[in-house]
């Protein structure tokens, strides 16, 4: 069986990601269970969503310490749910913070930049993937959870690949949206490669 769970917060797209993954490994024959948390997802508020594939899989919750991949849309999220990754699990991290509201209030200090050097430090598989670098070339910002899932297939660690996931993304998104997502898709999956 293979875990992945997805962390960020409301409105990146966590959840559609979740399901394309799943969709992904069912098209494949394998057995997929997801479960999340979007109480808070309005607004900046945490969403973390778990994704189990596997020949039998009987519960979508994945235990601390069990995670094969994270992949983190806001560092500050990601580095929060390193506890669920495994020894020796691969992280993919987004480098755009979305400041939590305390610290737009001034109440806090937050630092997106330092928390993917803790998540360097700690994950020794973790690629960071440049937001404004994939939004700008793709013309929007609705297509950064299509980058972090094309840089999960290139890695391996799910048993997908960039074929399973574009077959899903066809037949999900609009006519108009899809080479947008696919390109967006292996810019994501460029910087596993390239590292």
Do not use: W
Request: net charge positive.
């Amino acid at each position: 069986m293979k875990s992945c769970l997805l962390c960020g917060v409301g409105g990146q797209g966590t959840v559609l990601a979740s399901r394309i993954i799943a969709d992904a490994a069912m098209k494949k024959g394998l057995s997929a269970r997801t479960a999340e948390t979007i109480g808070m997802a309005q607004r900046g508020g945490s969403v973390v969503s778990h994704v189990r594939i596997g020949e039998k899989v009987t519960s979508p919750m994945i235990p601390p310490g069990k995670a094969d991949v994270i992949i983190g849309f806001e560092p500050g999220e990601a580095a929060a749910n390193l506890r669920y990754l495994r020894k020796g699990g691969i992280m993919i991290v987004c480098d755009k913070e979305v400041k939590p509201v305390t610290a737009s209030l001034g109440k806090s200090r937050y630092s997106g930049a330092e928390c993917i050097e803790y998540i360097r430090e700690c994950v020794k598989n973790s690629y960071i993937i440049n937001a404004d670098e994939i939004c700008t070339a793709c013309g929007s910002p609705k297509v950064l959870n299509v980058a972090l899932v094309g840089a999960l297939a290139v890695s391996g660690a799910m048993g997908l690949d960039m074929e399973d996931i574009k077959e899903v993304l066809a037949e999900r998104l609009k006519p108009r949206m899809v080479e947008t997502n696919m390109k967006a898709l292996d810019m994501g999956a460029a910087v596993v490669q390239e590292k």
